[in-house]
């Protein structure tokens, strides 16, 4: 294997990369350059920012239990790593499905294997970039106050990427082995939901459990585990050492993570174009096949088209995998609400305002996908029927797919607290309403498969949604406790609302 063949490959790569970057950042607006790298470098000095208050009103660590410190960075680097496996778990599994460029690369004089290689490489790179942006600058700022040696902190970055890599690559070369290619990417879309979001719900229901609340920094800060983990000169904090810019650990834990990656890479490369090929025909919204002849429902054209968009709904595949992180995090409220059933208010009052924020942002993704996602909007329009009929139809679909999510919850909150119960409900449905309607307002026409990028269209309606939620779940929680600032958060909403309206396309 050249390392010619190599480079050429890896600037191939990163050739596609910058230019669906630029494509989903600029959006075909050029002149949208300037605000861009504006926007990211507010975002960075703002994080610097941040890191160096923080940073400056944190104990000194020469005085504080080696211990302490190294649970507390192992366990943000676990939820960091978690992340990154997530992340990485999805692009490697679109490494094998998008074609693209891929049979003309497997059709070429040149080894397969060095493509997926370089890719697989670049998917390392590519899911550190997230914990970086997060995680640098107060690398940056403790190299300023204490040592340059913090710096050596984005080594021990790369080094988990490359481990999240590997197992990515693992999972996915085993679910393809197991479930066959039809099957491989919505099971794995799920695992990387799940793994997500697994290691920050596990800590918060540990909290729960031993320490009634929902912080994370309980389980990380308690004494009992200190006390019951090994001394500080024990292997298992070599993670958390590197994190720290010890250098010999720094070396330590990058042979390890790019050894892992390397020898999973070398394991599998001979497999890699055979399971690219098996991918063939497999379509990217492959849905289940109907079991039972289709039978025909005599009803209103309203009802048929409600009908019509709950079935795709349920069927769609990618859907449940792309929601299903949100719907993760409604398990803690839920679990908090059971653990304190008849025994503390307290609870509740946490879950209203989680329950109406989630039901906000769900209804906006479902929202985007019913009015935007529309495989035949051609065939819809030309339909002998009103065109408010069809979007009623639509909204109503999203408003009954969010309440079959969230009606569980209420239902058990109402047995705790009714009033809190009916504050939920009626605000839950405000949220989504809200969300509902910014969609509506800022539609424009895309492919179901831009499901994950949906946020790139408007940013003036993902920030309104996201403020819409906030204010609708603390109009929940303040009128949940009879406190009388619940107006003023109602008509913050409603004032969100009608900025909205304002802004809105003509066309809309």
């Known amino acids: 294997m050249s390392s010619a063949s190599l480079a050429w490959f890896a600037r191939h790569e990163i050739g596609l990369f910058w230019r669906d970057w630029t494509a989903l950042v600029l959006r075909g607006k050029p002149r949208r350059k300037i605000f861009v790298g504006l926007a990211l ?30 649970i507390f960075v192992s ?8 992340l990154m496996v997530s992340q990485s778990l999805e692009m490697v599994t679109r490494a094998f499905y998008a074609r693209a460029d ?116 309980s389980v990380l800060t308690s004494p009992e585990l200190t ?35 390397g020898l999973s ?44 968009e709950l079935v795709l709904l349920a069927r769609d595949p990618w859907l449940l995998s792309q929601t299903l992180m949100q719907m993760l995090y409604l398990l803690v409220p839920a679990f908090l609400l059971w653990r304190n059933y008849g025994s503390d208010i307290g609870a509740v009052i ?5 329950v109406v924020m989630a039901s906000g942002q769900l209804a906006g993704g479902l929202a985007w996908l019913t009015l935007c996602g529309e495989d035949a909007p051609d065939l819809v329009e030309t339909a002998p029927m009103s065109s408010n009929v069809a979007l009623q139809a639509k909204i109503e679909a999203v408003l009954i797919a969010v309440g079959l999510a969230v009606a569980p919850i209420v239902l058990f909150l109402g047995l705790v607290d009714l ?10 449905v405000l949220s989504a309403s809200a969300a509902t309607a ?27 949604e996201a403020f819409s939620s906030i204010s609708w779940a603390g109009t929940a929680a303040l009128a949940a406790l009879g406190n009388g600032l619940a107006a003023v958060s109602a008509l913050m909403a409603v004032g969100v609302l009608v900025f909205v309206w304002t802004i809105r396309p003509r066309e809309a």
Not at 439 to 461: G, M, N, T, Y
């Open 75 to 82: 366990g943000c680097a676990l939820v960091s790593l978690s």
């Open 350 to 354: 946490v879950v209203v305002p989680v």
């Open 41 to 70: 470098a507010g975002f960075l000095i703002g994080m610097h920012v941040v890191a160096w208050f923080t940073v400056t009103d944190t104990v000194n660590l020469a005085e504080t239990d080696p211990r302490a410190v190294f």
């Open 438 to 464: 910014m969609q509506v307002w800022f539609r424009a026409q895309a492919k179901r498969s831009h499901f994950r990028h949906r946020h790139a269209s408007s940013k003036i309606a993902t920030l309104a």
């Open 102 to 217: 891929l049979d003309l690369i497997l059709t070429s004089p040149a080894p397969s294997a060095r493509i997926f290689i370089v890719r697989f490489c670049a998917v390392a790179l590519m899911s550190v970039v997230m914990s970086a942006a997060l995680v640098a600058p107060f690398f940056n700022v403790m190299a300023v106050l204490e040592s340059p040696v913090w710096l050596l902190g984005y080594f021990a970055l790369l080094s988990m990427s490359a481990i999240a890599t590997a197992i990515a690559l693992i999972v996915a070369v085993v679910l393809f082995r197991t479930v066959g290619p039809r099957r491989t990417r919505f099971i794995a879309q799920i695992i990387a939901a799940v793994i997500g979001a697994g290691f920050a719900i596990a800590m918060q229901l540990v909290a729960i459990v031993y320490f009634g609340n929902l912080s994370r920094l």
């Open 265 to 308: 890479i070398w394991a599998y490369s001979s497999r890699f174009a055979a399971l690219a090929l098996s991918t063939v025909g497999v379509s990217e919204h492959n849905t289940v096949n109907a079991r039972r002849p289709a039978r025909f429902r005599a009803g209103t054209v309203r009802r048929t088209l409600r009908r019509k």
């Open 419 to 428: 009033h809190a119960a009916l504050i939920t409900a009626i605000c839950l």
């Open 227 to 261: 006390v019951s983990l090994p001394g500080p000169a024990s292997p298992i904090w070599i993670p958390a050492r590197a994190m720290l810019g010890d250098a010999l650990a720094v070396l330590a834990f990058c042979v390890a993570g790019f050894g892992i990656l």
